[in-house]
């Protein structure tokens, strides 16, 4: 069964860093989402990308936050100066179509710990 | 406040029984999906029911979906240890481009063999 991946799988780095996570979404798919989940909460929407361009970004998704889809294939979130809140679980997701009515595939996760 | 919210907070029970949770979300959605997660690792697509569906199965998962009172139901029936998990509710709604799905705080469950 097709998989989303993401790389690293966990990623440690000092305050005021900058990091890119890194997504394959599913070849086929077209709408690609970043979420995160700080330890012990719930799952937050990040931002949604259609179409080469951001189709919807949350609060949280501030100045310091941009992703990027280089190729066919990868899709990175990038935190330009990293802080201590910024250590969650960061999940990738891709869907096929916008229209609903279809499961979200959601990568394994990268952990981001921010020290 | 937020979509989806799941209760209880946490269930646990004795392996073969039932296990209900249950979720409640806020505005008008295009449907309504089910997660599992086992501790640190990712999201897996459990079942998704459509806002014009009243119940839907598969395996051993059961969910139904109010919309009158925006209330959804995840039972698993005959449960397992390696059920043991977190169970998230999620309400997919449509945005001007695609949709979004918006987590609620989610149920841990723990089965006991």
């Known amino acids: 069964e097709p998989e989303v991946t993401q790389t690293p799988s966990h990623q440690v780095t000092q305050m005021g860093q900058e990091v890119i996570l890194r997504c394959v979404p599913i070849?086929?798919?077209?709408?690609f989402y970043w979420y995160r989940q700080i330890l012990g909460q719930k799952v937050e929407f990040l931002v949604s990308f259609y179409n080469n361009e951001i189709s919807e970004k949350s609060e949280i998704f501030d100045d310091q936050f941009s992703v990027e889809r280089p190729d066919g294939s990868n899709f990175t979130l990038k935190i330009r100066s990293t802080k201590l809140e910024d250590s969650a679980m960061y999940f990738c997701?891709?869907?096929?179509?916008?229209?609903?009515?279809?499961?979200?595939?959601f990568g394994s996760g990268t952990r981001l710990t921010v020290v | 406040s937020q979509q989806g919210e799941e209760d209880p907070q946490a269930l646990s029970i004795q392996e073969g029984e039932n296990a209900t949770m249950n979720c409640s979300y806020k505005?008008?959605?295009?449907?309504l999906q089910w997660y599992r997660q086992n501790s640190g690792r990712g999201l897996v697509h459990l079942i998704l029911?459509?806002?014009?569906?009243r119940e839907k199965h598969s395996g051993r998962l059961r969910v139904t979906l109010d919309t009158s009172k925006k209330s959804s139901s995840l039972l698993i029936t005959a449960s397992r240890a390696a059920d043991t998990a977190s169970y998230f509710c999620?309400?997919?709604?449509?945005?001007?481009?695609?949709?979004?799905?918006?987590f609620g705080a989610g149920t841990i469950l723990r089965v006991k063999s």
């Open positions: 997701a891709s869907t096929t179509r916008g229209t609903g009515g279809y499961g979200y595939t």
């Open positions: 505005t008008s959605i295009n449907n």
């Open positions: 999620a309400t997919d709604s449509k945005m001007e481009y695609g949709n979004k799905l918006v």
């Open positions: 070849s086929n798919h077209l709408y």
């Open positions: 029911i459509r806002s014009n569906e």
